[in-house]
Structure formats: C-alpha cells, structure tokens
C-alpha cells in the first residue's frame, strides 16, 4: 500500500557541462589559465603606475570616437586639451580617433603632456598620433584601463559619446558616490547633447524617484565654456591636488 498524502513528481537535476570560452574570447590571452593570467593583469598594473607617477595634476578627456575636424565635438575637444595643458593640467584620453584624438592634438600642440590609454580591441584601435609616445599605454583589460583613469584624473570631462562614453560617465559617478574615490568635478559638454539626460538625473532620479541624494550631483556639471571648465576644475582644489585613491 503506498504511503499516505501526496506524492510529487521530482524531476532528476541534469548536470551541465560549463564549456571553455569561445575561441575569439579565449584568443584574447596569452596564457592558458585564468591562475596565470592573473600575472597578466598585475604587468598591466605596474607598468601603469610607474609611467604616470610623474604626471602632475590632470583631466580626463571622453567622447565620440566617430567624430572628424568638421565636427563640433571635435573642435571643442581641441579647445578643451590647448587650455587645459596652457593651465599646467596633462591630458589623458583613451588614445584613439575622434574626441579622443582632438583633446591629445589640442595639448600635444599647446606644449602641454599629452597621455593615451590604449586598449586593444577586436577592431584594432590604432593610437592617434598626438601622444606622447612616452605617455602611450596599451591595455588589454578594460578594467585595468578604468583604474589609470580614474586614480591620476583630478576631472573628467565627458562630450557627446556613445556607451563607452557612457560607461566612464557612470564608473566614476558610482566610485565618487560609494566613497570608494575622493571626490572630483564631472563636467559634461555639449549641451545640446546633454542637456535632458543632466534634466532627467535631477527631476527623475533624485526629485521624483529619490534613488540618489542631491549631493551625489554636486561634483557632476553642464558646461560648455572651456574656461569655466577650468575654472570648475580649479575651483573644485582649494587646497590643491591629491590622487583619488
């Protein structure tokens, strides 16, 4: 006689195979396992840290990378990296085309130190030829990349871009919120560009939805002067430069 109550209909678990990456993902290393390409990513590290020990104060520079002198972005980006290195500032971008290309131009031209974060890509981003070639880093790992930016940047100025853009945008906004950074000015130029988004983050994010507090948007600015850019930027260290953490 079977057992009193209900029975259940257990269905056997299946064990799945976890399969290795996909070959163009894999291809991406050099080494065979994840233990020793941990080695990869510490040589990535130092060789970072010790290329921009000497930099001095300065400003990160994001934005378009399908951008070309005819265009606006570009232009402003040029503007932007002349003055920020007549003001003793270094410029870093992420050393392709584009804005990028524009902020190195601008400095490199105005005599100024003129910084690149390479990384490599499926698509072969090739660096501009306006860094320094003392100052070119070349990453594999975005994230290591991420850590150059935003430990030696007294600021970041972000113009009109695309996910990427987006996403440095984000990564710092997050690290400066959290308390895992030191505090530093956010500038978005283009305000045509970004002028509903800055909107929205006020109205949405912290009048309506109260997902953030009003002083996580004190270090973020919409402005498209390129002196009141330096004059936040400068404005923002009364007591003078520091690294971020």
Do not use: C
């Not at 065979?32 to 930099?55: L, Q």
């Not at 503007?79 to 392709?96: E, N």
């Not at 100052?135 to 290591?144: D, G, H, I, N």
């Amino acid at each position: 006689m079977p057992p009193s109550g209900k029975t259940r209909n257990v269905k056997q678990a299946k064990t799945q195979t976890v399969l290795p990456p996909d070959t163009k993902y894999a291809s991406q290393t050099d080494f065979a396992g994840d233990g020793w390409r941990v080695f990869k990513i510490m040589a990535e590290f130092v060789n970072g840290f010790e290329k921009m020990s000497d930099t001095g104060p300065a400003v990160s520079v994001f934005g378009s990378t399908r951008v070309g002198p005819e265009h606006m972005e570009y232009q402003l980006a040029e503007k932007m990296g002349g003055l920020l290195a007549g003001k003793g500032f270094s410029v870093i971008t992420g050393g392709g085309p584009g804005v990028m290309e524009a902020a190195n131009k601008g400095a490199q031209q105005a005599g100024g130190v003129s910084v690149g974060f390479n990384i490599e890509l499926p698509l072969q981003q090739a660096p501009n030829a306006f860094i320094d070639r003392e100052r070119l880093l070349t990453f594999q790992y975005f994230f290591v990349r991420k850590v150059m930016f935003l430990k030696y940047s007294q600021a970041f100025i972000v113009l009109p871009g695309g996910f990427g853009t987006m996403d440095e945008f984000f990564e710092a906004a997050t690290l400066i919120q959290t308390q895992k950074s030191n505090r530093f000015p956010i500038i978005l130029m283009g305000g045509d560009y970004w002028h509903d988004y800055y909107r929205w983050m006020q109205e949405m994010m912290f009048k309506e939805k109260r997902f953030i507090a009003k002083n996580d948007l004190d270090f973020i600015f919409l402005e498209d002067d390129p002196e009141k850019v330096v004059g936040i930027i400068e404005g923002f260290y009364p007591e003078g430069y520091k690294l971020n953490f």
